[in-house]
Each structure stands twice: as C-alpha cells, then as structure tokens.
C-alpha cells in the first residue's frame, strides 16, 4: 500500500490528472471514504482530465451516471445505497468489463461483485481540507496504476 498527501483541493486535481493520464478502456477506480471526503470531487477532476463536459454529480439516488464525450467513457457508480442487497443482478460487469473507465464510490458495498483487476483509493479526511489516500491495486493492471500514479506525483 502507497500513500499521498492532499493539503487542499488543487492538490486533489493535480492527482486526477496525473491518474487520467495512465488510464485505459477497462481500468476500474474504486474510492472509499466518509462522506464528504471527497470522492466526487475527485471524479469530477478526473473527468476533466478526460476531457468530458458538463456537470459531473453525484450518482447517489441513480446508482450509474454515464459520460461519453471524453477520451475515454466514464462510467461513475455509487454503490452506497447497495449495501444491503449487493450488485448482483443489476449488470455492472458491462461497466467493469467495458470500454471506457468505472468509478466507484462506496466500493466497499459491491466488493465481493469486484472480479477483475483494480485500483482502491481509500480517502482519510485530515482536517478541514487536508486527506491521505491509501492506494491498493489489485492484479497487475491495479498495481500498475499504483506505480504510475506515486511515481507520476514524484516529479
């Protein structure tokens, strides 16, 4: 497990950005955190990144929000209100397995829904605008965008 340091929210796009960079057609991003500390804003940065307009919000009550007219599709997923029931059924293994790159949020809800490779964010709130993420990538795709993302924030 990597760390990094967010001491505000410039910080917290500088990291997207460097994130959007190594993504590719099927990467999975998975963020863990409290409420509010700052999952969609990180989303909506790394969108950016991918050169998709509009407004980026939250999928809570929708579960799925798709964008397409960036590099790559975005598929932004909130598993929060998933907890008691699980993914099954609901065909997010089109999205996992698709041709664009899968955001999660509450991941921890779908975990045993998660077959493939990917990279888990967990976001620690420290402060009034000041987070740790703890990075964790599962596979070789996952640890390659560990690798990608502490030595691209090294520069």
Known sequence: MQTITWKN???TEKTAKQLAQLLES????CLEGDLGAGKTTFTRYL?????????????????????QSG??????????????T????LGIEEYLEGD?????EWPQYIKEDLEGDYLWISIEKQGPEG???????RGKRGEELVEGLIGGMAK
């Open 86 to 89: 699980g993914a099954e059924g």
């Open 47 to 67: 969108a950016r990144a991918l050169g998709i307009e509009g407004n980026i919000k939250s999928p809570t009550f929708t579960i799925m929000r798709e964008y």
């Open 26 to 29: 099927g990467d999975v991003i």
């Open 71 to 84: 590099h790559l599709p975005l598929y932004h997923m909130d598993a929060y209100r998933l907890e008691q």
């Open 100 to 104: 664009g790159v899968c955001v999660i």
């Open 131 to 137: 987070r740790i993420l703890s990075l964790t990538g």
């Open 9 to 11: 929210e410039s910080e």
